[in-house]
């Protein structure tokens, strides 16, 4: 898990998965998955991941895991 924000009682995780012989990046609500697309472990992947949570807490969505 890259990480895990709540908001009014919603939840909404990035994770990474194992997928047949690469990695995939799921974005996930409690109830579904709403985005999943191939994920190499590289500098700009990780950048993209974390700039979509800074914009998600500059709307009000908080991180869950204590860092």
């Known amino acids: 898990m890259l ?4 908001w009014e009682g ?4 990035c994770a990474v998965y194992k997928a047949g ?3 995939e990046m799921r974005l996930e609500s ?3 998955t709403i985005l ?6 590289q500098p700009r ?3 993209r991941v974390r700039a979509l949570k800074r914009s ?3 709307r ?3 991180d869950t895991i204590a860092d």
Request: a neutral charge; hydrophobic letters at 45%.
């Open 60 to 62: 009000g969505w908080r």
């Open 30 to 32: 409690g109830a579904k």
């Open 56 to 58: 998600l807490e500059r």
């Open 21 to 23: 012989s690469g990695l």
């Open 10 to 13: 919603d939840r909404l995780s």
């Open 3 to 6: 990480w895990d924000l709540a």
């Open 45 to 47: 992947a990780l950048a």
């Open 36 to 41: 999943t697309e191939p994920f190499q472990i």
